[in-house]
């Protein structure tokens, strides 16, 4: 299916709705307005498989640019407005983009930007820019004449290093209205059809928001899309709209649990039946918690951006296997020694790779692709993990997170996972530092709810709950506090900032 579809057969139903204003878009809206985009993307010269770049806030008309453009046959850039400015850039000349549109609100970043290529504002006024509303003001809203669907090309959000794209093929189909695996998987995975009401709290330029609110539209469903995520916001989102699905990173979950428990229980979430969640592993007591208080209607997976291979759980089975992200759903996992050709054992811990049909590379980075296969064909997102005998993956972290201390390997998660739940802990990164005799030492940076309890009481507290659950080679050597740490609107953490700047220190 395809808004247009449903534009046709339900023109007035809410495509979108703002949470927080309460302002609509229906599907007959969002046709009109995609029609107009791709007219203007024609006029600028782009034909299929070339490059747009949209660089916005979270509000209605983010779709209209989205869907304009899947329509037109073009490959669409996201991207993050927390960027800094070179790593903007950067992202511009290396996807090739030809057009950029920006939210008028992003003024002061859009003026930093060195590249020089056609540039339109939109939702206001940027100085010495043309507006996207003046340029749409007088084209048809009917269909171009050469549709054909076109697909995101996004990037990381750059938390371990430059944002690097990821190149798919278009769809082999060129029809607009094709289905596609993820549609699919949304109806008999998850249960969504024209009658969800989605809650997105993410920013759109992340995959995840991005892929599975466009789904929501694809089934004829209403997104209720956050400008941006606030715990109650959410909470009273999901009971003013009664909200039947939503989908959350372990983040979110524990700013909801961190809420007073009087906040948590003035809200009505009955109507949820679908609670998605990924992009990192979730804590055992936290999910456990979630559960607890919505319900089993938390559903799990693991995937990436590049499209490799996915991994699902419901609550039941998790409640069974706890801590694991679930079985394949698509792909088959495979968990490799160190030199990504040998297979190991169930239980032993590996790198994991998906093997799968799905083909991506990263864009103008043929090192990094061929570094993400073995000679099988088979890729990695990067991750560490295993397999139990009924085929569950467990993640253990990134490997790139990794951290060795006097030759032992040391994975930060499992320290984050047992540290947050600590009820005077907001946030919680765990880093290697330098030490002159363990090359590294496990540093934990504690963002505590309240700074006033950043004191050397609070980190000989936090030494003592850590030694409940971890063993001496995991324990901090060094607690030091943060009043925010660096994460990113869609609740990833920028590890590499907060790293990098012990060993910054270290030589200086």
């Given at each position: 299916m395809h808004p247009s579809v449903h534009a046709r057969a339900n023109p007035d139903k809410a495509a979108v709705i703002l949470a927080e204003t309460g302002e609509v878009l229906s599907y007959g809206a969002l046709d009109a307005q995609s029609n107009r985009m791709a007219h203007f993307f024609r006029a600028q010269g782009l034909g299929h498989e070339d490059v747009v770049a949209f660089m916005l806030d979270n509000h209605v008309g983010y779709y209209a640019l989205t869907w304009g453009a899947?329509?037109?046959?073009?490959?669409?850039?996201?991207?993050?407005?927390?960027?800094?400015?070179?790593?903007?850039d950067y992202i511009l000349e290396n996807s090739g983009a030809k057009l950029l549109i920006v939210s008028a609100s992003l003024a002061d970043a859009a003026h930093a930007l060195q590249s020089k290529i056609p540039h339109y504002a939109t939702g206001g006024e940027i100085a010495g820019w043309p507006t996207l509303e003046d340029a749409l003001a007088d084209l048809p809203t009917n269909p171009i004449a050469d549709e054909r669907a076109g697909v995101d090309m996004l990037y990381s959000s750059g938390t371990t290093g430059r944002p690097k794209g990821v190149k798919v093929p278009l769809p082999a189909e060129p029809a607009i209205d094709a289905p596609n695996v993820l549609t699919m998987m949304s109806a008999a995975a998850f249960g969504l059809n024209a009658d969800t009401i989605y809650l997105s709290p993410a920013p759109l330029y992340h995959a995840a928001p991005l892929r599975w609110s466009m789904t929501v539209h694809k089934l004829g469903g209403t997104v209720i899309l956050m400008q941006k995520f606030d715990a109650a916001g959410a909470l009273a989102a999901m009971e003013k709209y009664r909200c039947t699905a939503a989908q959350f990173v372990p983040t979110h979950f524990v700013r909801m649990l961190k809420l007073p428990e009087e906040a948590r229980r003035a809200y009505d979430v009955s109507a949820l039946r679908t609670a998605i969640h990924a992009a990192a592993p979730c804590p055992v007591p936290v999910k456990q918690a979630m559960i607890d208080w919505w319900g089993p209607v938390l559903y799990e997976y693991y995937a990436g951006s590049e499209g490799n291979g996915m991994t699902f759980t419901n609550s039941a089975d998790w409640l069974t296997h706890p801590g694991s992200v679930g079985r394949a759903l698509t792909g088959i996992v495979h968990i490799m020694a160190e030199d990504g050709e040998s297979e190991l054992p169930v239980r032993a811990e590996g790198a994991v790779f998906f093997e799968s049909e799905n083909v991506f590379e990263y864009h103008d980075d043929p090192e990094k692709t061929a570094s993400s296969r073995n000679s099988k064909g088979w890729s990695t997102l990067g991750d560490i993990g295993w397999l139990d005998e009924d085929g569950f993956l467990y993640l253990t972290d990134r490997k790139s997170f990794m951290i060795i201390s006097g030759g032992v390997n040391i994975y930060p998660q499992e320290i984050e996972n047992h540290l947050i739940t600590h009820p005077k802990v907001a946030d919680v990164a765990v880093v290697g530092g330098p030490h002159p005799e363990m090359g590294e030492e496990v540093i934990a940076v504690i963002q505590p709810r309240d700074m006033a309890d950043?004191?050397?009481?609070?980190?000989?507290?936090?030494?003592?709950?850590?030694?409940?659950?971890?063993?001496?080679?995991?324990?901090?050597?060094?607690?030091?506090?943060?009043?925010?740490?660096?994460?990113?609107?869609?609740?990833?953490?920028?590890?590499?900032?907060?790293?990098?700047?012990?060993?910054?220190?270290?030589?200086?």
């Open positions: 899947q329509r037109s046959g073009l490959r669409y850039v996201c991207i993050s407005s927390r960027l800094t400015q070179d790593e903007t950043a004191t050397d009481a609070f980190r000989d507290e936090l030494t003592a709950f850590a030694r409940e659950k971890l063993s001496g080679v995991k324990l901090p050597r060094r607690i030091d506090f943060m009043a925010e740490l660096p994460r990113h609107d869609t609740g990833k953490l920028y590890k590499r900032l907060v790293r990098d700047a012990y060993w910054a220190k270290d030589k200086e």
